[in-house]
């Protein structure tokens, strides 16, 4: 007989990468349920993968356990086969915005997303609360692409004088509009005050 900690039978990890896009993880998904010894899926990581993926993962009736898949609307897509060990951008977004109006009392704020089921909720979940918080909001979805600068939006961020950014999106492009967001402020900073302003400017952004 199984003690109380052990498992009446061996678990291995085996490896599904669809790299958080949504269009490679339903090949990925596929792959996994294929897998007749499957158990069940940690993941997928991101929300749109999960969109995805799911009527693969819930036709088998697999299990999904995702560790950050955060859109509201997977709870709502009709699978009982889905579960998260995360709260919602329902949850994070408004509390984000509560944060920064009513701690940080900044009142102008530039919302920008990626465009991806990720990025898009945590937006307009942010945007929506910080609204009605009385802040003064200014949005964009700037969609990833393998070259971005991000100069585009760092440039229209800046000109909304915004005293806090919410930054909704992947990894990646989040350093993209970073590095740009600084070259902006180098640059408006060389044209104001020269050397001095420039300096500040560059600390600031550190």
Do not use: H, W
Request: proline fraction near 3%; charged fraction near 15%; glycine fraction near 8%.
């Amino acid at each position: 007989m199984a003690s109380r900690f052990q498992l009446p039978f061996t678990l291995k990890l085996k490896v599904y990468d669809d790299q958080g896009d949504p269009t490679l993880a339903p090949t990925q998904a596929q792959a996994a349920v294929a897998n007749k010894n499957l158990v069940a899926v940690v993941g997928p990581a991101f929300s749109g993968a999960t969109i995805a993926s799911e009527p693969y993962y819930a036709s088998n009736n697999v299990a999904i356990v995702s560790p950050s898949a955060t859109r509201v609307s997977l709870a709502y897509l009709g699978y009982n086969n889905f579960f998260r060990v995360v709260a919602d951008d329902g949850v994070q977004g408004p509390a984000d915005a509560n944060y920064v109006v009513n701690t940080l009392k900044a009142k102008n704020l530039y919302v920008v997303n990626d465009g991806s089921a990720y990025g898009s909720g945590l937006a307009s979940a942010f945007g929506g609360q910080a609204k009605s918080d009385g802040a003064t909001i200014t949005t964009a979805t700037v969609l990833q692409t393998t070259g971005c600068s991000g100069t585009a939006s760092a440039t229209e961020y800046s000109a909304a004088a915004a005293q806090v950014g919410e930054i909704a999106e992947v990894e990646r492009e989040l350093v993209l509009r970073r590095t740009a967001r600084r070259a902006v402020d180098v640059d408006q900073a060389r044209a104001r005050s020269g050397r001095e302003a420039l300096v500040q400017a560059v600390l600031q952004r550190r």
